[in-house]
């Protein structure tokens, strides 16, 4: 492959690169190119020119020069075939795929990375959809009295500097009445809070530092008790080491 072509994004593997040739696709298909001079243009201004793929009908850039284009590094990892825009995060795992110490609160009421009824369904904030997380469906029973909070324990025992994520209602209780709030808390202290959520407002990222911290507790809460269900989501919820 050529040199100009190197991390191409392109969803097929391009053997050979030549002005309206004939190349072979890493499926044994046969497929033709064409190169074109392009302009990179940013706001209006005149970044680069640069050689690019025209295939069936798409354009594709190399992925180095378009992120450069915005003004944006790159990195692409063969091993892992993951390409990285802009400041590269650092090693995280997904809070839904973490073992949690313990539950307090109705057990069968939280849920994670999606929800179970119907089964599949995703954690969606104001149209935004999230393929990891936390949920938790409050006041959900009027006769219940112990519906309204629930929290989640984690035992991050110093190994974590950031957890991050968006938080919010999901849509599935978007016209309810209650209000809902998110409590962080590490080894007792509270590191973060957001009260008066309300379905329909747009998620809200977080960024909390859990340097140092050996227990981690999630407070998923609803203002009223009166059987006015809440669903909040915690999603895309990262331990950054």
């Known amino acids: 492959m050529k040199d100009k072509v190197k991390g191409l994004v392109i969803g097929v593997l391009i053997g050979s690169l030549?002005?309206?040739?004939?190349a072979f696709a890493g499926t044994n298909t046969k497929i033709s190119v064409v190169m074109e001079n392009v302009k990179m243009m940013f706001n209006g201004v005149?970044?680069?020119t640069t050689q690019s793929i025209v295939y069936n009908g798409n354009l594709y850039v190399p992925a180095k020069t378009a992120a450069q284009t915005m003004g944006e590094s790159f990195t692409?990892?063969?091993k892992s075939k993951t390409a990285s825009f802009g400041t590269k995060a650092g090693t995280f795992k997904y809070l839904d795929e973490v073992s949690y110490a313990r539950i307090d609160g109705r057990v069968d009421n939280v849920y994670f990375k999606n929800w179970k009824h119907p089964d599949g369904l995703k954690f969606t904030i104001?149209?935004?959809k999230y393929l990891h997380g936390i949920g938790a469906i409050l006041d959900s029973y009027s006769f219940y009295n112990d519906d309204e909070i629930v929290s989640v324990d984690y035992n991050l025992n110093g190994g974590y500097k950031k957890l991050t994520g968006f938080i919010g209602i999901d849509d599935?209780?978007?016209n309810s009445k209650n209000l809902g709030s998110l409590v962080i808390k590490g080894d007792g202290e509270e590191l973060f809070r957001k009260d008066e959520m309300k379905g329909g407002?747009?998620?809200?990222k977080i960024n909390v530092d859990v340097t140092g911290v050996l227990k981690l507790q999630i407070f998923f809460e609803a203002a009223l008790n009166k059987g006015e269900q809440l669903d909040i989501v915690l999603g895309e919820a990262?331990?950054?080491k």
Do not use: C, F, M, W
């Open 126 to 128: 104001a149209n935004q």
């Open 46 to 48: 005149h970044k680069s």
């Open 172 to 174: 599935y209780t978007r």
């Open 201 to 204: 407002d747009v998620p809200e």
């Open 76 to 78: 692409y990892d063969g």
């Open 18 to 22: 030549l002005t309206g040739a004939t």
């Open 238 to 240: 990262k331990l950054i």
